[in-house]
Nanobody
Framework: QVQLVESGGGLVQAGGSLRLSCAASGRFFGINAMGWYRQAPGKQRELVAAITRDGSTNYSDAVKGRFTISRDGAKNTVYLQMSSLKPEDTAVYYC?????????????WGQGTQVTVSS
């Protein structure tokens, strides 16, 4: 069984910073990619940032220059450093991972962590 455990959400004032963490555990052979998505009330879930196993990163235009995604391969953990936060960044943030298992590449989601940015 595979689990993604997120931490680091909370309430912050506009202009502040938060760091999210997501650790993958369970039975898998490798991590193909990990990323963060977010979903605000009444909106669709959207990609925030992603990082592949070779370290390539991808960011949405809305967060480019403010958020940084990184990973610790030894800990199977991905981080999202969020700076210069804006009220429009308020959402539930979900960790996503594409993990290599015995005969397949499977996708997993974390339970979500709330990020609230007050103005």
């Amino acid at each position: 069984q595979v689990q993604l455990v997120e931490s680091g959400g909370g309430l912050v004032q506009a202009g502040g910073s938060l760091r999210l963490s997501c650790a993958a555990s369970g039975r898998f052979f490798g991590i193909n990619a990990m990323g963060w998505y977010r979903q605000a009330p009444g909106k669709q879930r959207e990609l925030v940032a992603a990082i592949t196993r070779d370290g390539s990163t991808n960011y949405s235009d809305a967060v480019k220059g403010r958020f940084t995604i990184s990973r610790d391969g030894a800990k199977n953990t991905v981080y999202l450093q969020m700076s210069s936060l804006k009220p429009e960044d308020t959402a539930v943030y979900y960790c996503n991972a594409r993990l290599l298992r015995l005969a397949s590449l499977d996708e997993y989601w974390g339970q979500g962590t709330q990020v609230t940015v007050s103005s």
